[in-house]
């Protein structure tokens, strides 16, 4: 198959999928969106939002209809790394070998991943970028394909762990859950106060996803888009000569070169979804809110007067 017919077949896939987890999840179309950006473009996502708007129902819907292997790991303040990764054990031929744990899965859903402390969140750190994780000394590989869809609660609640910057880098979005529409919610409680139940199908395949995975890697980008997505990340860096004022005043440092390689990434992907072979400027604006938000830090200057990451990046944009 050409990657024109494969991308024209993920099209239909891609609606498919949404009609499918719309059945579950009322409204939140951006966040469903933002999600399954992040999973064709083998990223990860981190969403953020108060209590009770249905973040892990999402990600239980979404894995339900990819057919994956799928672990939950709820994230404690006495969860430990081996309660991640595994543990060493004699076997019954006294051979020390690695009793796998849950990280061992297609989909991780890391839930409240800011209740526990930075030692075992950078438990996942490996995990992440490399898909693998390394015990005493051996290198174990991770199930493919292998996402890591995090749950987080505003840091300002009680009993939570701000996530250090290294594994921030490590989300591709950063995706902020809202409170639903009054019409929205009306439909949420009619349908969650009654008995009906919702069989899920699954649409895509794990072998699926990594063929449009591959072809999404493999979608041409014109030099005017890459160096836009260079540009607009530059002018995040406070000591760049193409910062812009808000930057110099409001911003105490940028994002790294990860976040020019996922806003291209993002933008192929944002591209492919709406039926076009390859993305233009417009395609990196899309996606730029959610990868650049967490990989800015604000300033004191710019938390007194109300600048938020979100309008910074409209700003640069």
Not at 4 to 13: C, E, N
Not at 71 to 97: C, H, V, W, Y
Not at 151 to 158: K, Y
Request: glycine content about 4%; proline content about 6%.
């Amino acid at each position: 198959m050409s990657d024109k017919a494969a991308i024209d077949q993920l099209v239909v896939h891609y609606k498919e999928l949404k009609n499918e987890i719309h059945k579950v999840i009322v409204g939140q179309d951006e966040v469903v969106d933002q999600a399954l950006i992040s999973i064709f473009s083998r990223g990860h996502c981190l969403l953020v939002g108060v209590p009770g708007l249905a973040k892990t129902l999402l990600v239980n819907t979404i894995s339900d209809c990819l057919g994956l292997r799928f672990n939950r790991i709820q994230f404690t303040p006495d969860l430990m790394p081996s309660d991640i990764i595994g543990s060493e054990i004699l076997d019954e031929r006294r051979a020390i070998k690695l009793d796998k744990g849950p990280l061992f899965s297609n989909i991780i859903l890391a839930d409240e991943i800011n209740r526990t402390p930075p030692k075992t969140q950078s438990a996942l750190l490996e995990a992440m970028q490399e898909r693998s994780v390394t015990a005493a000394g051996t290198r174990y590989e991770l199930p493919a394909p292998f996402f890591v869809l995090a749950t987080q609660n505003p840091i300002e609640q009680e009993g939570t762990y701000p996530l250090p910057e290294a594994q921030l880098d490590r989300f591709m979005f950063n995706i902020w859950v809202d409170y639903p529409s009054f019409t929205e919610e009306l439909a949420i409680v009619k349908s969650t106060t009654s008995d009906q139940t919702v069989a899920l199908k699954t649409i895509i395949t794990g072998e699926e996803i990594m063929k449009y995975q591959e072809v999404i890697r493999r979608i041409p980008v014109a030099d005017n888009v890459l160096e836009y997505a260079v540009r607009l990340v530059a002018k995040t860096r406070v000591n760049d000569p193409s910062a812009p004022k808000i930057t110099k005043d409001f911003v105490t440092w940028g994002a790294g070169p990860r976040a020019s390689q996922y806003l291209i990434v993002g933008a192929k992907c944002h591209a492919a979804l709406n039926g076009k072979y390859s993305p233009d400027i417009e395609d990196v604006q899309a996606v730029a809110e959610p990868i650049l938000r967490h990989r800015l830090v604000r300033n004191y200057r710019a938390e007194a007067e109300g600048y938020s990451m979100e309008k910074i990046v409209r700003e640069l944009l």
